[in-house]
């Protein structure tokens, strides 16, 4: 028999180390499962944010007086109160105000997902996630 397992007396068989070979086979795996979980929630919440942030901004400035102010003062509180760095508004057309009744309004918040990562980047790194509402003028 091998110097490693050893048969008791009552038929029961030792394994001497066999817990560590299975922890160091599975630990890094489980510590993989565990931060793609959390960078993929992390990413996803940036979107859903992103996502609330424009369409809170357009319908800001689909009222018949919402101005360019308006929309980025609204789409500027969301992405301040979910702590969202580096994130961009872009209108179009680029006066809402000026906009005739009827005509569409966009808005698009885009982020790096760099800047709003929990851990360090990996698996998003370098992209920028980008979402845009659009609605008609009242």
């Known amino acids: 028999m091998s110097q490693f397992v050893r048969v008791r007396p009552q038929g029961k068989v030792e394994r001497r180390g066999a817990a560590a070979v299975e922890l160091a086979i599975c630990l890094p795996l489980l510590v993989l499962l565990v931060m793609a979980s959390i960078e993929a929630c992390t990413m996803i919440f940036l979107d859903h944010s992103l996502t609330i942030a424009s369409y809170e901004g357009v319908r800001a400035g689909i009222n018949y007086d919402g101005t360019n102010a308006d929309v980025l003062s609204r789409a ?3 992405i301040n109160s979910r702590d969202i760095k580096g994130a961009t508004v872009e209108l179009n057309p680029l006066d809402v105000a000026s906009a005739e009744r009827g005509e569409t309004i966009a808005v698009t918040v885009s982020a790096p997902c760099n800047l ?18 659009t609605m008609v003028k009242e």
């Open 116 to 133: 709003n990562m929990v851990i360090p980047p990996w698996f998003y790194d370098g992209r920028t996630l980008r979402s845009t509402m």
């Open 76 to 78: 500027n509180a969301i």
